[in-house]
């Protein structure tokens, strides 16, 4: 099974905003296989009912969950929105190497939830992935999306760790959630690609890398996978 290491902590950042005609969560819906869980009408987050292959969801940090979310006022929400709308324009430069200061912006933006009890859960998470245990990673990410539900850090987090477990359908339904609170997520995006390309739905794992690539073209991964499906789809609608 193929992951692409740097999409874990270090997703690749984003630089030029999705045009409304291909958004990053009208790609998810557009890519979703037929047989990928899809969120509940009741608008329940995915991935949040009982599951009997899940370990039993992780508590929030014993002493923290009391704690208020240290909600940023809607002034500093504004500028850490301006702030990354700068960081994806200097990410989408073709030259120069200020880009990668910007990915490291923006993920260390992305990485923030707003409450130091739910940061706690996703460095949890963050570390058991690290350590290779999937199963207790799963198990806090599923109690911080479960708490946090708008939080898309912890939505594409869970992602990764499904599909290190070999559960592509319930990754697959959380890179959508994930770009449906953040369209320019271009780590969902490039973990979508991979994972459609696995599934050998090539059409739709080279859409997912083209999205991306618009986002942040410093991606080589993505960029060998584009002219690689290019090749083997000439002749096609692809």
Do not use: C
């Not at 630089?15 to 329940?44: C, F, R, T, V, Y």
């Not at 999306?145 to 912890?154: L, M, N, R, V």
Request: hydrophobic residues 40%; without cysteine.
């Amino acid at each position: 099974m193929r992951w692409l290491g740097p999409l874990f902590h270090i997703a690749v950042a984003a630089g030029l905003i999705l045009s409304p005609a291909m958004s990053g969560h009208a790609l998810a819906q557009q890519l979703s296989p037929p047989d990928a869980p899809q969120p509940k009408d009741d608008g329940a987050p995915p991935g949040t009912a009982p599951d009997p292959d899940l370990p039993e969801m992780a508590e929030p940090p014993t002493g923290l969950e009391p704690a208020e979310p240290d909600l940023p006022t809607a002034d500093a929400r504004l500028q850490e929105r301006e702030n990354l709308d700068l960081l994806f324009a200097e990410l989408a430069q073709p030259d120069g190497e200020t880009w990668a200061r910007a990915e490291t912006d923006i993920l260390r933006i992305w990485s923030r939830s707003g409450s130091a009890a739910m940061d706690l859960l996703y460095k949890r998470g963050e570390a058991a992935l690290d350590a290779g245990d999937t199963e207790a990673a799963i198990g806090h990410l599923t109690a911080l999306t479960d708490h946090a539900p708008d939080f898309a850090g912890g939505w594409y987090l869970r992602g990764v760790a499904f599909y290190l477990e070999g559960q592509v359908g319930p990754s697959i339904s959380d890179m959508a959630r994930t770009l449906t609170l953040e369209p320019r997520h271009f780590g969902a995006l490039t973990q979508l690609g991979a994972m459609f390309e696995e599934l050998g739905d090539d059409k739709r794992a080279l859409e997912a890398y083209r999205a991306t690539l618009k986002i942040h073209p410093h991606q080589e991964d993505a960029a060998d996978a584009v002219e690689r499906l290019e090749d083997k789809t000439k002749g096609t609608d692809a």
